[in-house]
Each structure stands twice: as C-alpha cells, then as structure tokens.
C-alpha cells in the first residue's frame, strides 16, 4: 500500500506541537477509481483509499474534537467520513460531516469548456499555469486569486466557529475540509507561492490553517507557515 497521507499526519502533528488549538485542513480525497469513460466527479474511492483514509483518522493528534466537511461527490463525502470514523474508532470525539459546496470546483464555469482548455494544454499542471497567467477563456473559469482567496474565507470561518463545551470551555479542535487536487494546488500556489511544478498534490496531501499571534496563517507540507487573507483586492474588511 502506498503511504499517502504520511505527510498530512506529520504536518499536523507539527502544528499542534506549536501550541495550536484549533487548525483547518484543506485536504484532497483519498485514493479513487479512474473508469475511462465515467464522469471524473463519479469515480468513487477504491478498497484501497478507504483503507488508507480511515488509517489516516487513527492516527491524528491525540485529545482533539474532529470535525468533518467535504465537497459532494461521493469519494470526498466517504473520505470525510472515514477519517472521522478513524478517530473515532481510537476513542476520540468526532462531531459530524456534512457536505459543502465551497469545496467542491465551483471555480469551474464551464466544465465543457474547461474539459477541452485542459486537454489543448497537455494536462492539469500546464492547464492550471495558464489559468494563473490568466490564458484560459474568462467564461470558462473563475479569476484564481479570487476563488484561492474564497477558499481561504472558508476555511477561515471555520476556525472563527470554535466547537464549544456545555458551559463555553473550547476544546482542542480540527476541522477537516476533504476537496479535490485542483482546490488544493489553486490555493497553494496563489497563497503559498509554491508552484504548480514543486510536486504533485497526492492523494490525502493537505494544507493547514490556523491563527496565531491574532493573524491567519497556512502552511503545508514543502515550507514554512505564511501569513494570510481571506480578503479579495479593493474588498473592505468586515471580518470574514
């Protein structure tokens, strides 16, 4: 079995030994089918990447309430799932997971369109660097900044709606945000500024974030925390 998900568990641990309490991973799927000829977002998890996703569950950071969202499609719902079903099977305290919509490839406008922009291109990677130099037909896909930056405002509001205790104690916490491959390299490159060509995002691979020092930063798994914001250009800030 491949070991995905080794780096998602060694970057979470690493934020929580900062002293985090409360952090957000947006994460890609685990490992799924590639049926030739079916939809792309109908593929569902192999025996495989359902394995691998409740594994990843059993071994997060001990003493955290976990919960769980996850774009639509089947394969993010069940990766949500397990992974809470991991935690839980270890004794730990999940809460839920339910599907959202802003996890899913709503920067997509036009999947036809898109489809073809991505095979005159070669592929994902070259098609995602032509989306960020902005040589992608404008009614085919949202501007990258903003819909990376939407993603963020998310993510953000997650950790701006702690999970509470009777009597409000807050508790450790993690929310995880199961999306798709594209999702995590728009975000990373646009507010990271890792490029599409450092690595490929594999499955279970998983950006973090969190606040400290009253500002929001992400991290992943090549480099060190960065500052962040989930405010759009010219936007005025009335919190997120």
Known sequence: ?????????????????RGVRHAVALMRHSAREFEPGRHDLENPLTAEGRELAHRLGSRLPEALTVRGYASPPQRCMETAE????????????????????????????????MWRSMNDAGGLPEFLEAWFRGAVPTDAMMPPDVAARLVLRVMAGKLAAPVTRAGGESVRQLDVCVSHDMTVLLVRDRLLGEEVALANVEFLDTLVAFEEDGALW???????????SPQLSGERNHGV
């Open 82 to 113: 397990l992974i809470l079903a991991g935690y839980a099977a270890g004794g730990g305290e999940v809460t839920r997971h339910r599907p959202l919509e802003a996890l899913g490839v709503f920067y997509v406008l036009d999947q036809m369109k």
């Open 218 to 228: 992400m991290t992943s798994h090549h480099g060190e925390p960065v500052r962040v």
């Open 1 to 17: 079995m491949v070991d995905y998900g080794e780096s998602t568990i060694d970057l979470l641990h690493s934020v929580y030994d």
